[in-house]
């Protein structure tokens, strides 16, 4: 079903707990710049939206991007605004006692089921970086594998292992109880989140869009 005559319609590929997310308060924001907005949402991995990005699938994406990697995004012909920040943080369920049931560093012995992103991922890229700092000593069995956070989730509820997920997708998990960390701060992984459009994408329809992301940009630095 399309949008209705008169509707300001642009299409946007975002990851998918970036759509669950801070994508929602952009949209909100949108909204009250404009009287009528149509958008289609793609919720991919990120590799599926730079792809839908490059070919002209859609107007926008969001995205996770860490300052040590560097995303397949031709500079020559988009530019980004980085709207937020996020952590990525290890997760496990608690025991009967409500402690961490795995919990760093593990031991040689009894290394801790691991349930873990992608290699070739974002967060499975960063995520690797830190486990094999000399300053984190850890040891990890790594059971299972997955290129979606609302997946290991799933796993890591199951009983299955710890996993590192984003903060801002288990706010309400962690305040009723039903995850708790599995290491202190010095594993957690700090990520911002941009809006990627093209170049050209400055005419007068778009210019909500851009103020609306500048805007939270700017409230990153207040």
């Known amino acids: 079903m399309l949008g209705n005559k008169g509707d300001f319609e642009i299409t946007v590929a975002s990851q998918n707990s970036i759509a669950q997310t801070l994508f929602l308060n952009w949209v909100k924001l949108l909204e009250s710049r404009l009287e009528r907005v149509y958008v289609r ?34 500079e020559k012909r988009f ?34 089921p691991f349930i873990a992103y992608v290699h070739d991922s974002v967060f499975g890229m960063a995520i690797d970086q830190v ?5 984190h000593l850890c040891y990890l069995s790594r059971r299972y594998e997955n290129p979606y956070s609302h997946t290991l989730k799933s796993l890591v509820m199951e009983v299955l ?3 590192w997920l984003p903060k801002s997708s288990i706010t309400a998990d962690l305040d009723d109880g039903l995850l708790c960390r599995a ?3 010095c594993w957690d992984v700090e990520f911002d989140i941009r809006i990627y459009y093209h170049h050209a994408a400055s005419s007068a329809r778009e210019q909500p869009i851009l103020e609306t992301s500048l805007e939270m940009a700017d409230s990153l630095v207040d």
């Open 161 to 163: 292992g710890l996993a």
């Open 183 to 185: 290491g202190d701060e």
């Open 41 to 74: 949402l793609i919720s991919e991995k990120l590799s599926e939206c730079i792809d839908l990005l490059i070919q002209g699938k859609v107007n926008y994406m969001f995205c996770y991007a860490h300052e040590s990697l560097s995303l397949p995004v031709d």
């Open 131 to 135: 486990i094999q700092n000399n300053s």
């Open 79 to 112: 530019t980004y605004t980085t709207i937020g920040k996020d952590w990525v943080i290890p997760v496990t369920v608690p025991d009967a006692e409500g402690d961490p049931l795995f919990y760093f560093p593990g031991s040689p012995e009894k290394p801790l």
